[in-house]
């Protein structure tokens, strides 16, 4: 939800911020710009509508502004339309301020109609226009007493990059739940929205808290909080390597991170498994903890959502105990249950989304001990966190999240037999064999990815279509939910996703004929029940894709039109093979309509506004 980057140093800024800013895009692509300090033209702002490849070209790769310090922006649109002149950085009336913003503030139409009384013009729709004009109106000579005075008048989530013509040899960086990094170089240093924007020019990276002021200059970087108290940071290395954020070979990285999985999987699982048993040493809970739980509360949003609903299953099987599963958007608004004895499982790839992270500061202000199940070392959810287990999914790049998911599900597993075993919920010999074809999935995994041609045949007789629908139960519903939000966001294919048996109660009457409808029948306590609901869709013209396991698979597809098979496994753990089908299908069925893949209208990877 927009990519910052700030550079000082002493080579040209410019294209070092078009770097940054590609591999910050995915966070936000309807408009970018630069705001470059140089000694003979001054503070020079130069914005556009559209992606990246605009600015770049109207800059001649940023040639034409000349300058060693400076900030860049690349947005996805709040506050007024994509356009060149809501584009961002926005620098105050007078010019002395650029400013440049990912967030909202939230106070803004009182602060822009207080500064409208001083007289005050604006030309933008945006709240950052207000803030540029505010930190003019409130600065007095003096850059860090004027930015103190600003974030004691503002309220939202917001993570600002600041440059003060009359201070040309420094930036400044602030943020309250948006997130912002410091980047340590020599003789050069950096702020920006995450890791992946400068991992090519320094791994030393230093995290933001929430309300802090950071001043970067040539020679280093100096923290103070709001009230210009000096503040200590810690220093971290980042150990992935730069080609992880970047295609290699692939046409896109939706693709690669498909094809990743496998391997991400293995990062995930095999740190944690020693000698047939799950050992979690990242996390802290004794037994007592375990048993006195009234119930566990998942909390996350979109695609970490689903792999909560899938969880529900397989927790309250395997802990015997309630599970709640909770949009993050709706968690703090409905009152929640939540007492010293809940357990709220919080799930990000990010780290950052804010109804994920509001939602998991409400769960503890009511009392509940937080587990979040991150991807984003550092990020704002792991560290506010009671305990975190990271997923080792590595860098996610493309908007619709792939690789993240599948591994946010093995952690799931691995809490569950972890929590299991504790509680002694578990049989010894179910826990083997969970354990065994837990080892086995990336090997499993790879088998499915090699059926990509077959699956981009079955895109090719579909993508056409106007309307999909998903349907399975149990577990297969929890799939067949991401294998529809999958298709939604990179193919613009209306789709919806059922509870096979809930369709009969309404949603039936939508299907004619040519209606495809994809049918997860994996889960096999419920394969007779899952065909009785097949030959419905069936029997009122529906063309059906099957999905199931290798086993059965003939016996499916003597009903169904196609079939998608996966190996078979423990079926707590079939979810983890049968996304990865639906995964491709929408991809295909978007390469074959020609979407932009990586990047889907009106989308944004981290998603930083409520
Ligand atoms: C869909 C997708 C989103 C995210 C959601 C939560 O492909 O990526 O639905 O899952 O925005 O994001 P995180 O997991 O970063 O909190």
């Not at 179910?430 to 077959?454: D, F, G, M, S, T």
């Not at 999905?547 to 499916?556: H, I």
Request: charged letters at 25%; a negative charge.
């Amino acid at each position: 939800m927009c990519g910052i980057v700030g550079f000082i140093g002493k080579e040209e800024a410019a294209p070092i911020l078009l770097d940054g800013l590609a591999r910050l895009e995915y966070r936000g692509y309807d408009s970018a710009g630069l705001a470059v300090f140089g000694e003979e033209k001054g503070l020079q702002v130069v914005k556009s509508k559209g992606r990246l490849q605009a600015l770049s070209d109207l800059t001649k790769a940023g040639s034409t502004i000349q300058g060693t310090a400076g900030m860049g922006h690349t947005r996805w649109a709040t506050h007024g339309v994509p356009s060149d002149v809501n584009a961002h950085p926005q620098a105050s009336e007078s010019g002395r301020f650029a400013v440049i913003h990912n967030g909202i503030i939230e106070n803004f139409a009182e602060i822009k109609e207080f500064l409208q009384n001083q007289g005050v013009k604006f030309s933008s729709q945006t709240d950052t226009e207000v803030a540029a004009n505010l930190l003019d109106y409130l600065y007095e000579g003096d850059l860090l007493e004027a930015v103190s005075k600003m974030l004691h008048r503002i309220r939202g989530a917001y993570a600002f990059g600041i440059i003060c013509a009359d201070c040309p040899d420094m930036l400044v960086g602030v943020r309250k739940d948006s997130p912002l990094i410091l980047g340590h170089g020599e003789g050069f240093n950096f702020f920006a929205s995450d890791v992946t924007a400068i991992i090519k020019y320094t791994r030393e990276v230093s995290y933001l808290d929430n309300d802090e002021i950071a001043v970067i200059t040539r020679e280093g970087t100096q923290v103070y909080d709001s009230y210009l108290q000096p503040v200590k940071k810690e220093r971290h290395h980042v150990d992935w390597e730069v080609s992880a954020a970047e295609k290699g070979g692939y046409a896109h990285f939706m693709l690669k991170e498909v094809m990743e999985q496998p391997e991400a999987l293995r990062k995930t699982i095999s740190p944690r498994l020693q000698n047939g048993q799950v050992k979690l040493d990242d996390l802290h809970f004794d037994v007592q903890y375990l048993k006195a739980m009234d119930k566990i509360y998942i909390i996350a949003c979109g695609s970490s959502y689903h792999v909560g609903m899938a969880a529900k299953y397989t927790l309250e099987k395997l802990l015997h105990k309630p599970v709640e599963v909770a949009l993050a958007s709706e968690f703090r608004y409905c009152e929640p249950l939540v007492s010293e004895h809940t357990l709220a499982i919080v799930i990000s790839q990010s780290g950052e989304t804010i109804d994920t992270l509001t939602a998991m500061r409400e769960a503890k202000r009511l009392g509940a001990r937080v587990l979040s199940i991150v991807n984003v070392v550092g990020s704002t959810i792991a560290r506010e966190s009671d305990d975190v287990i990271y997923t080792w999914a590595g860098p996610e790049i493309a908007v619709a999240t792939t690789k993240a998911y599948s591994t946010q599900l093995a952690v799931t597993y691995l809490i569950g037999l972890a929590f299991a075993q504790m509680m002694g919920t578990i049989e010894k010999e179910e826990y083997e064999a969970i354990v065994n074809e837990l080892q086995l999935l990336p090997e499993k995994l790879q088998k499915v990815l090699e059926q990509r041609e077959a699956i981009q045949y079955f895109a090719s007789l579909y993508f056409n279509h106007s309307s999909i629908f998903f349907i399975g139960r149990h577990l297969d519903y929890a799939v067949g939910m991401e294998g529809s939000l999958k298709l939604k966001e990179i193919s613009y294919i209306h789709s919806e996703a059922y509870a096979a048996g809930e369709l009969k109660h309404g949603t039936i009457s939508l299907i004619e004929d040519g209606t495809l409808v994809v049918a997860l029948a994996s889960y096999k306590p419920l394969f007779e029940k899952m065909m009785s609901n097949v030959i419905e869709v069936k029997s009122r013209g529906a063309d059906v894709i099957g999905l199931t396991t290798e086993d059965v698979g003939p016996e499916m597809m003597k009903t169904v039109d196609h079939i998608i098979t996966v190996p078979d496994t423990h079926p707590m753990l079939l979810p983890s093979l049968d996304v990865v089908p639906l995964q491709l299908f929408a991809y295909y069925v978007a390469l074959q309509r020609g979407c932009d893949i990586d990047k889907p209208r009106n989308l944004a990877k981290s998603v930083t506004v409520e």
